[in-house]
């Protein structure tokens, strides 16, 4: 069965940091990428960051400098960790299995989804 299950996420003053987990099970940690993506109320779900298994690594320029895409192939876990988060990253962050792109629609493996709330 192919499942991922985000985990992490909360609610935090700004300026402080959070890691996101991501545990993929069966075909999704073989997806050539790992992704993940976020999606405020009202706006389209964005790209954050992406990984490969060669270690190809991509961040949108809103959270370069500030977040960390990481992997751990034994545990078939990624990870994102946020740094000096910021109210206007506030969104529901989901991990995504697929091919390595900005584009949501290179991605066919999705999570539930974790809440993260930045209050300033």
């Known amino acids: 069965q192919v499942s991922l299950v985000e985990s992490g996420g909360g609610l935090v003053q700004a300026g402080e940091a959070l890691r996101l987990s991501c545990a993929a099970s069966?075909?999704?940690?073989?997806?050539?990428?790992m992704a993940w993506f976020r999606q405020a109320p009202g706006k389209e779900r964005e790209f954050v960051a992406a990984?490969?298994?060669?270690?190809?690594?991509d961040y949108s320029g809103s959270v370069k400098d500030r977040f960390t895409i990481s992997s751990d192939n034994a545990k078939n876990t990624v990870y994102l960790q946020m740094n000096s988060l910021k109210p206007e990253d506030t969104a529901v962050y989901f991990c995504?299995?697929?091919?390595?792109?900005?584009?949501?629609?290179?991605?066919?493996?999705w999570g539930q989804g974790t809440q993260v709330t930045v209050s300033s």
């Open positions: 990984t490969t298994r060669s270690g190809d690594i």
């Open positions: 995504a299995g697929g091919v390595f792109s900005r584009s949501r629609w290179s991605y066919n493996y």
């Open positions: 069966g075909r999704t940690f073989s997806s050539p990428s």
